[in-house]
């Protein structure tokens, strides 16, 4: 038998050798997620034994690191805006930059407000504004049952449930002809919606270009869904439904936030002016790189 530090230890070096960068944060939160320690008790349990049958299970778990899937996935978690996601095969994993989103749909929100969030994935964007806005109610939809399901957990998990309806379907196919949830009050569809339109629309949709997602590192390519990544042969394909039809479901005033790549602000920006929205702003993120557009609907 091999002690708790040999162990991790043993993986971090066969990790760093085959080249990865976090060898040793990712051996020790594998081997601790196996054994069902927290950082102290693999501080302060080093000298322990571990059973055979304990390391098989993190060598299982190491192993799959190796192929290039990520920690998260291995662990069936991510922390994301101070918040605990679970994530399926149908979920994006939940990235940093991504929190510059929810920082805006933030200020955006007025008291009271509206919104959807369109492809949802795992329901972070969506479910990190509402803990943080009790008064505020959601909308998020998602083709994928598997991501609503999801989502649905996510919602559960950090309880926010009772303010996020989940809809299934292809943008705003999702919304429209299809009953309200009690809680929303409203038509949701073009003809009904009124001054009960949304006050926000969001998205982190598909925006990598057919042809660059073959070249993703693996931990991207071979492990998150390819509907989320694939944004068409420009990669610009969900920003043009996007802007097409956002003005169909928004109050008058109401704001449109998108995450972006970092070289499509431009581009994204003109789709939205082409469709008559206005005060257009591309956002950077900390890395001073474009990541979210803001438009108006007048």
Same mark, same amino acid.
């Given at each position: 038998?091999?002690?708790?530090?040999?162990?991790?230890?043993?993986?971090?070096?066969?990790?760093?050798?085959?080249?990865?960068? !976090?060898?040793?944060?990712?051996?020790?939160?594998?081997?601790?997620?196996?054994?069902?320690?927290?950082?102290?008790?693999?501080?302060?349990?080093?000298?322990?034994?571990?059973?055979?049958? *304990?390391?098989?299970? &993190?060598?299982?778990?190491?192993?799959?690191?190796?192929?290039?899937?990520?920690?998260?996935?291995?662990?069936?978690?991510?922390?994301?805006?101070? *918040?605990?996601?679970?994530?399926?095969? &149908?979920?994006?994993?939940?990235?940093?930059? !991504?929190?510059?989103?929810?920082? *805006?749909?933030?200020?955006?929100?007025?008291?009271?407000?509206?919104?959807?969030?369109?492809?949802?994935?795992?329901?972070?964007?969506?479910?990190?504004?509402?803990?943080?806005?009790?008064?505020?109610?959601?909308?998020?939809?998602?083709?994928?049952?598997?991501?609503?399901?999801?989502?649905?957990?996510?919602?559960?998990?950090?309880?926010?449930?009772?303010?996020?309806?989940?809809?299934?379907?292809?943008?705003?196919?999702?919304?429209?002809?299809?009953?309200?949830?009690?809680?929303?009050?409203?038509?949701?569809?073009?003809?009904?919606?009124?001054?009960?339109?949304?006050?926000?629309?969001?998205?982190?949709?598909?925006?990598?270009?057919?042809?660059?997602?073959?070249?993703?590192?693996?931990?991207?390519?071979?492990?998150?869904?390819?509907?989320?990544?694939?944004?068409?042969?420009?990669?610009?394909?969900?920003?043009?439904?996007?802007?097409?039809?956002?003005?169909?479901?928004?109050?008058?005033?109401?704001?449109?936030?998108?995450?972006?790549?970092?070289?499509?602000?431009?581009?994204?920006?003109?789709?939205?002016?082409?469709?008559?929205?206005?005060?257009?702003?591309?956002?950077?993120?900390?890395?001073?790189?474009?990541?979210?557009?803001?438009?108006?609907?007048?």
């Amino acid at each position: 038998m091999v002690t708790v530090g040999a162990l991790w230890r043993r993986w971090r070096d066969e990790l760093s050798q085959r080249g990865f960068a !976090t060898a040793t944060l990712d051996a020790k939160l594998l081997v601790g997620h196996a054994l069902g320690f927290g950082a102290l008790q693999l501080a302060t349990r080093e000298s322990e034994l571990v059973s055979r049958l *304990l390391a098989s299970d &993190a060598a299982e778990l190491l192993g799959r690191r190796l192929t290039g899937e990520s920690v998260a996935r291995i662990i069936g978690h991510k922390e994301f805006y101070g *918040l605990e996601f679970e994530l399926n095969e &149908a979920t994006l994993e939940p990235r940093p930059d !991504t929190e510059l989103l929810v920082d *805006l749909a933030l200020k955006a929100l007025p008291q009271g407000g509206r919104f959807v969030d369109l492809g949802t994935g795992s329901g972070c964007i969506p479910i990190s504004v509402l803990a943080n806005r009790p008064d505020a109610r959601g909308v998020a939809s998602d083709i994928n049952p598997r991501a609503l399901e999801m989502a649905g957990r996510n919602a559960e998990r950090n309880g926010v449930s009772g303010r996020l309806e989940l809809r299934q379907g292809d943008w705003f196919g999702a919304l429209a002809g299809r009953p309200p949830h009690p809680a929303l009050r409203a038509d949701l569809s073009p003809e009904g919606r009124g001054e009960e339109g949304f006050d926000l629309i969001l998205s982190n949709p598909p925006y990598i270009s057919s042809a660059v997602v073959e070249t993703l590192s693996p931990e991207v390519r071979d492990f998150d869904p390819r509907l989320a990544l694939d944004g068409g042969p420009d990669g610009l394909g969900p920003y043009r439904v996007i802007a097409a039809k956002a003005a169909d479901w928004l109050k008058p005033g109401g704001q449109v936030l998108v995450e972006i790549g970092y070289d499509q602000g431009e581009a994204v920006a003109k789709l939205f002016a082409a469709a008559g929205f206005s005060q257009i702003v591309v956002e950077k993120d900390l890395a001073g790189l474009d990541r979210v557009v803001s438009a108006h609907h007048i």
